[in-house]
């Protein structure tokens, strides 16, 4: 599903050339090569084969994030992987290092945390226009998923914590830095579903999760996430800054051109112009260009794999603590990513 927007976004950057796609099923991935104007590899095998390809995007299930990159790091190939990175985080903490010792780039969405909307309100926290940010509310409603996807299983199996909760947290962590203690509840709400079929299938993994996210200098976050709530009948993805001066609304948490409120404390929200003029909705590829720009620049790109990993043992740590019903460590860390050129 995404495989198609991440090559129209990419399309318009001259500093990357697309070349090809590989998947394990060679039917979708030959039509999907022909409607894109791109080589079918027969195998991931042949593609990781190819001295020509610099860096790899890994498209594959939630699941197979981690495997898949491992592969290409071993062959010698920049990866930017779509989230989450792997599923718990002695995995991503692996892949980090095996990219660091063979002196390959690793890079994780989500990336965005580098949309117009979410760099202007990293700037006006940045600038202190809220005073010490104390509270954030973060909330993802993302529906009953199994409505609209035509494959919904993969994503009940890896939950809306590991599906959605990275857009909040790469987001908040980009802002505030690491975090150091969670403090989490979770539930299934809806055990019984029916894909758009109408198959039955039984949900195991939390559909609900209510979070509590201490950052070690920063505020205390509270973030919501699931699979129930119908994202289309309000704002399904807000975030609210709220600090001593003011408050900061976000209307949507990755899409670049969402509406940006502040307000004095005790007074009402006006509407803040953005940094530049946004892209409109989400440009996909903003992590893998900003990767290659990296590459030709010589300076770290903004999309981390140590930022991913550390997001990682965050969720791990939030389904611990639900588990054991008590605050849970996080103990990784790293380098904060640099705001945008055009947002400094």
């Known amino acids: 599903m995404i495989a198609g927007p991440y090559v129209r976004s ?80 002695a995995q991503a903490a692996q892949l980090v290092a095996r990219a660091k010792s063979a002196g390959l780039r690793l890079g994780s969405a989500p990336s965005t945390f580098l949309g117009e909307a979410q760099q202007t309100a990293a700037r006006l926290v940045r600038e202190g226009r809220l005073g010490t940010v104390r509270v954030v509310y973060a909330e993802i409603n993302h529906g009953r998923v199994e409505s609209w996807l035509p494959n919904p299983l993969p994503f009940f199996a890896c939950g809306p914590l590991f ?46 999760v209510v979070a509590l996210v201490e950052f070690r200098d920063g505020p205390l976050a509270r973030l919501t996430v699931n699979y129930y709530v119908d994202w289309w009948k309000k704002e399904g993805e807000l975030v609210e800054f709220h600090g001593d001066s003011g ?12 509406g940006v409120e502040y307000a004095e404390y005790g007074k009402r929200y006006e509407t803040v112009a953005p940094v530049r003029e946004p892209f409109q909705g989400i440009e996909w590829g903003r992590g893998v260009v900003d990767m290659a720009d990296a590459l030709r620049d010589g300076r770290p790109h903004r999309a981390s794999g140590e930022q991913a990993a550390h997001i990682i043992e965050v969720m791990c740590a939030i389904d611990q603590s639900a588990v054991l019903n008590k605050a849970v460590e996080v103990r990784s860390a790293f380098p904060p990513p640099a705001p945008m050129e055009w947002a400094r």
């Open 247 to 258: 408050s900061l609304c976000l209307s949507h948490i990755s899409v670049f051109s969402a």
């Open 10 to 89: 990419l399309r318009p950057y001259p500093q990357i050339e697309l070349v090809g796609v590989a998947s394990r099923t060679p039917g979708k991935c030959g039509a999907f090569a022909e409607e894109h104007g791109l080589r079918a590899y027969e195998s991931v095998a042949e593609l990781l084969a190819d001295s020509s390809i610099e860096l790899v995007l890994d498209l594959s299930s939630h699941d197979a994030h981690a495997a898949v990159a491992a592969r290409c790091l071993d062959a010698g190939k920049h990866v930017y992987c779509e989230k989450p990175l792997a599923l718990d985080h």
């Open 163 to 208: 599906d959605m909760g990275p857009y909040a947290l790469v987001l908040l962590t980009s802002i505030f830095g690491p975090v150091s203690r969670v403090e989490a509840w979770e539930r299934c709400l809806l055990p019984e579903r029916r894909t758009k079929d109408g198959t039955a299938f039984h949900v195991e993994k939390p559909d609900f």
